[in-house]
C-alpha cells in the first residue's frame, strides 16, 4: 500500500498536472487567484511567484532540491505567500513576469522564479537556484533569506523599485508601438532579413547560430517563400540543409516519430528530449511546404510519420490534442528514449543488429553519457531496416513512458489542425482530415460560445473543465486552423466559425488608436500592465499570428476591415522587421501574403468528381503559399462573396484565378490548370 503524503496544499484542486505535481510539497502553495492575493495584501507579505510548466526538466530539479526540502520550505512559508502558475495555462502572466525577469538579470527561461510585491509589482528574480550556493550561483536560501530582510528593513526601496520596474515595461510597450509609425512596407524587408538570416546560418550542421539551437521554423518558411518569389537557391538550399540535419539528427525520434525540444548542440544530435505539440505543429507545416516545393520524399517520409505520432500518442479520443510530453522518465531525462549496443543486439538478430547500429550510430562507448541517441548516418529505406524499427519501436513501448500532460490548449490545437489539415490535402491521408474536424468540433463545442455576433473562446480544456480567458494567439491560430479546415473539406461551417471568432478579435484585442494587438482581451482581468506580443519564440507572435490570419480570412470573405487592419498593423510592426527580423519572421509571412501577388483561387465543380479531385489535387500538391482556395456552393455565397456569379461551364472542372479579387478568364478543364499553374 502506498505510503499517505505528509504534506497537502491547495494545488490539489487544480487540473493543471504541472500544478498538481506541487500539490504534496510542504510549501504552502497557492494557485494564483484571490485567495493568495488578498492574504498578500492583508499581511502586507511580498509574494514568491514560481512559474514553471510540466515537461521542463529544470522545473523538476528545482521541485526535488527546493520544494520538497522542510528546510527550505519553511523559510517561503514564514516569509512569504507563495503562488504557482503553470505557464501553459497562463500566459500572460509568464508574459509580464517573464519580461521583468529579463530586465532585472538579461535572461529568462523556466522555472521562472520572481519576487513582487503585494500590488504584483516584481522587484527581485531569476530562473532556477540550486539548494545551496554552487557554480557562481546563490543558494536558493540565500537568495529567500535575502529578500525577507530586504522587505522588513528596506521595504519603501523595493516598492520603490517594483513601480519603476513596471513602469519600464508599460513604457516598452508604448515605445514598441510609437516607433513604427514613419515605416512603409515594401518586400524590401523581406529581402533584408534573408540577407541577416544567411549571415546567422551555420553551413557546416544547418540550422542559425550555435549551441543550444533551436527550429526557427517561421524563418525558414519565410526563406521558402523569399524562394519562391525571386528563386534564389542560397535560401531553398538553408531550408533543405537544415531539414535533413534536422530529420537524420538525435532530436527527431527515428522509432516514433515527432521531434524533442531543442538540440543542447551545433549538430542537432542531443536533444532535450520533452516533446511539445507547438514544436511538432509548426514543424509539420515546415516540412510538408518544403515538400511541396522540392518532391523530396525524405520530407513527406518526416511529416508522415510525425502525424502519426501525433495521432498514435497525443491525440484525445474526445478530439483535440495533449499538449506535453515529458523529458524526464523516471527522474532521468531522455531515459525513455536511449539505447545500450546489448540492447539492440538483445531485440534484433545479430546481422540485422549490426546493420542497424551501423545506420544510427550506435557503438558500445555510446555518444550521451554512456548511452546512444539514435542518429540516422545512411538510408533506413532499406526493408530490414524499416522492420528492425518496428521491432526496436516495439521494445521501447515496454519502457515506462514519459509522463504526458493532457492539457488541451486552443493556440497550440490550432497550429496542429492546421497542419492535420494541410497533411490531408499534401499526402492524401483522409484520418488527418478527420482527426482535424473532430479537434475543431471539440474546441467549438467545449471552449467556446456564441456572443452577439461573435464567439468567444477560453484557452484550456482538462478534467471536463473548460479554463482561463483566452488569447490573442488563441483566436489568431484557430482561424488560421479553420481556414485550412475549409480549403481542406469546403464544409463553410468553419468559414463561419472562423468569421465569428475574427469579430471578436477585433471587438476584444484590437487597439484602433495604436493599430495593434493587446495580447490579452479588453474585459481580462485586471494586471499590472496589459501586454502586447509583438515578438516570435518558440512560436509565432500573437500579433502576427493574427495578421496572418486576418489576411487569410480577409481574402475568402473578401472583408476589407480585416485586411485594412491587417495593413496598419504591418506598418506599426515595420521598424521591428527591419531591425529584429529574427524575431518577427511570422510578420514579415503576414507582409508577404499580403502584398507579394495574393491569389483566390475559386473552383467549379462540373459533371465529374474524379475531375474536380484531379484539379483540386494538382493546386495541393505546388507550393502557392500566397493563395486561398474556394468552391463554388450556394450556400457559401453570402459568407463569400467571390463566388457569386462563378460556376461550372460546359459541365467540365472551371478554375478562376484571381488577384485582389480581380479574376482572370475561367480555366476549363485539368489541362488549362496545370498550364496556369505551371506559371506559378
Known sequence: MAKAPSFTNRLIHETSPYLQQHAHNPVDWYPWGEEALVRARREDKPIFLSIGYSACHWCHVMERESFENPDIARLMNESFINVKVDREERQDLDQIYMTSVQLMTQHGGWPMSVFLTPELEPFYGGTYFPPDDRMGMPSFKRILMGVAHAWKTKREEVRKSGKQLTQAMEEMNRSTVAQGQEQALSLSLVDEAVTAYSKAYD?????????PKFFHTMELRLLLRHWKRTSASSSLKMVTETLERISTGGIYDHLGGGFHRYST??????????KMLYDNALLLELYLEAFQATKNSEFSRVATETLNYVLREMTSPDGGFYSTQDADTEGEEGKFYVWRLEQIFKTLDNGLAEQFCDAFGVTHEGNWEGKNILHRRSSTGDVPLAAAQRKLFAARAERKAPFRDEKILVSWNGWMIHSMALGFQVLGDERYLREAEKASDFILQQLSSKKNSGRILLHAYKDGKARFSAYLDDYASFVYALVTLYEASFDIKWV??????????????????????????RTHEKLITRPRDFHDGATPSGSSMAFTSLIRLGRLTANDRWLRASEEGLAQYAHLMKTMPNATAQALIALDSLINRPMEIVIAAGDSEDEREEGLKLIREKFLPNKVVLLVAKEAEKVAPLLLGKKALKGKLTTYICENFSCKAPLLGVEELLRELETR
Open 203 to 211: 553551413s557546416t550542421y544547418g540550422g542559425f547560430g550555435k549551441a
Open 265 to 274: 548542440d551545433a549538430q542537432w544530435l542531443v536533444p532535450h528530449f520533452e
Open 496 to 521: 463561419k466559425a472562423a468569421v465569428e471568432l475574427s469579430q471578436t478579435l477585433m471587438d476584444e484585442f484590437w487597439d484602433p488608436t495604436q493599430a495593434t494587438f493587446f495580447y490579452t482581451a
